[in-house]
């Protein structure tokens, strides 16, 4: 089954962190680009970072520095970690796997930074 499952959300103070995880089956996951996007409420949903078959990465402004995307292909996972989050970073978070005009999207995950 062709799918992207993530995991890791929560709630979480600011300042704190977070490592989300994407977990991909049924495609050949190192030949995809990888990325994170997220959605709050009332807004569009925003590309939060990228990882291509290449290795590249690109960050969005609001999170370089803070946010690091990688993978390991040993376990068709890609992880965000988000460090020193801050309340705006609340959203919904997504896992997109793109190749071509071929996409799939995870089902999200929540995650919520508040005291």
Do not use: H
């Not at 062709?2 to 989300?20: A, D, I």
């Not at 089956?25 to 807004?43: D, E, H, I, V």
């Not at 071509?100 to 508040?114: C, F, P, R």
């Amino acid at each position: 089954q062709v799918q992207l499952v993530e995991s890791g959300g929560g709630l979480v103070q600011p300042g704190g962190s977070l490592r989300l995880s994407c977990a991909a089956s049924g495609f050949t996951f190192s030949s995809y680009a990888m990325s994170w996007y997220r959605q709050a409420p009332g807004k569009e949903r925003e590309l939060v970072a990228t990882l291509t078959s290449a290795g590249s990465t690109n960050y969005a402004d609001s999170v370089k520095g803070r946010f690091t995307i990688s993978r390991d292909s040993a376990k068709n996972t890609v992880y965000l970690q988000m460090n020193s989050l801050k309340p705006e970073d609340t959203a919904v978070y997504y896992c997109n796997a793109r190749r071509a005009s071929s996409q799939l999207w995870g089902q999200g995950t929540q995650v919520t930074v508040s005291s």
